[in-house]
């Protein structure tokens, strides 16, 4: 080892110095620290005092087993590096300061000038520079394909080559599979109307039956979110303010861009209320102002937000302290919810988790979808209908009894089947 460490605290904190010395955020390092402590967790449960590279690598093998990187979900993929990060700094004294990225792909020939020129094409219809860093990695794959078989320009693409292309295409990934499918009958649509290929070799590309799944949302427990809010260090001015935040966001289900744009003038302080216009629709929504949540804004008003003119409630409390964007906002909930130590689990650990997490409740007052929907700001109770599938005791109200099987089925043919 690097340093014989006495502690595995010892070993964490100077892992967590090492991390402020390459610039990491604290929010980073907070969620370096919370991943650290379930190889803790294991330590604990299997006897063993002292921390090593060999023991990180044991926890490793009993938390994912067999399975492969291309087999974890996003989340397990984080645990998995910021546990190697834990194993080298042991083994080093340091940890990988850049995620290695990946290499420009590169598109050459004729059909490589073609799909740049169709990702332009795409960008001046106003694409996101993500949705068309998407694009350019499948339609790459295509290309590859359509290189290793020695087909340079557009005249050699034949059907038999695209349904050859489109049967071998992520077996494994319903969903690539069919974006990829998707942007090839794009681009060769677009092949056709430049004059390119003599046929509209779009219609060749086969259609799949892909249907996306929508989530469950994340959402938290009563005890879990008292352990949320109970994180929060309010005797410090970012304390006052984060404890602020997240009651609007766990009593009134506010979204982030409409805690960070709240003004004073939206707080009716005679009436006990809150009126806003909502960033994401427009509509303007009325809330009443429990108490409690009156009383931490009060608290950050008086004893922590910095003098300002400004209109805006919540400030940075850097010069020249401006009103804080919804990142900020999703970022104090991320802190909180991390710094409480409870498990998350798969569960998203945003401010829009906090806002799932009171719909949640209301369900479970057996508050009507309309007035849930009305409370949220939806403009239609479609939009809330996605918080039926967590209500679990309203569903099991929903099941219905298995039928009884007849004797007679058991007998049929004597009985042989079933004897």
């Known amino acids: 080892m690097h340093t014989d460490y006495l502690s595995f605290e010892d070993l964490t904190k100077a892992a967590s110095e090492y991390l402020e010395g390459i610039k990491r955020s604290k929010q980073t390092i907070i969620i370096y620290n919370w991943i650290w402590r379930k190889i803790k967790l294991y330590m604990d449960s299997n006897g063993i005092v002292k921390c090593s590279s060999d023991v990180i690598t044991g926890y490793l093998k009993i938390t994912y087993g067999s399975k492969t990187i291309s087999q974890l979900s996003k989340h397990q993929k984080h645990c998995l590096r910021c546990a190697l990060c834990l194993a080298q700094f042991a083994e080093t004294g340091k940890m990988i300061e850049i995620i290695s990225r990946r290499e420009p792909l590169k598109f050459t020939g004729k059909i490589g000038s073609l799909i740049l020129q169709y990702v332009e094409y795409k960008r001046s219809m106003r694409l996101s520079s993500k949705t068309l860093r998407n694009h350019s990695w499948y339609l790459h794959h295509f290309f590859q394909y359509l290189n290793g078989h020695t087909i340079l320009t557009p005249s050699q693409i034949s059907p038999l080559e695209i349904m050859n292309y489109s049967t071998s295409l992520f077996p494994s990934r319903a969903g690539a599979k069919h974006l990829t499918l998707s942007l090839i009958r794009s681009f060769l649509r677009y092949l056709y109307d430049l004059g390119k290929t003599r046929a509209d070799l779009s ?79 427009g509509e303007t929504v009325e809330l009443l102002l429990p108490a409690e949540v009156g009383e931490a804004i009060i608290d950050y008003i008086k004893y922590a937000r910095p003098a300002s003119e400004s ?65 949220l700001g939806h403009k239609s109770t479609q939009s809330s209908m996605c918080y039926l599938r967590i209500d679990i005791e ?11 099987v007849p004797e007679s089925f058991y007998m049929q043919k004597g009985g042989v089947f079933y004897g």
Not at 259 to 267: A, H, P, Q, Y
Not at 329 to 354: C, F, M, P, Y
Not at 394 to 404: F, G, I, K, M
């Open 394 to 404: 309203s569903l099991r109200q929903c099941a219905l009894d298995v039928p009884p």
């Open 203 to 281: 219609l060749v590309v086969p259609r799949d039956n892909y249907k996306k799944q929508p989530k469950l949302p994340s959402t938290y427990t009563r005890d879990e979110v008292s352990k949320i809010l109970g994180s929060v260090d309010r005797s410090t001015a970012n304390g006052k303010r984060g404890y602020a935040v997240l009651m609007l966001a766990t009593r009134l289900g506010m979204r982030a861009s409409d805690i960070s744009s709240l003004e004073f003038g939206d707080i009716l302080w005679s009436t006990n209320t809150i009126s806003f216009k909502q960033f994401k629709t």
């Open 311 to 375: 209109r805006a409630v919540f400030l940075y409390d850097k010069f020249p302290n401006a009103s804080i964007c919804p990142k900020a906002v999703s970022r104090i909930a991320s802190t909180a919810i991390l710094k409480s130590g409870i498990d998350i689990g798969e569960r998203k650990h945003g401010s829009h988790a906090l806002r799932h997490t009171m719909a949640g409740f209301l369900l479970e007052n057996k508050t009507p979808l309309p007035v849930i929907s009305e409370l």
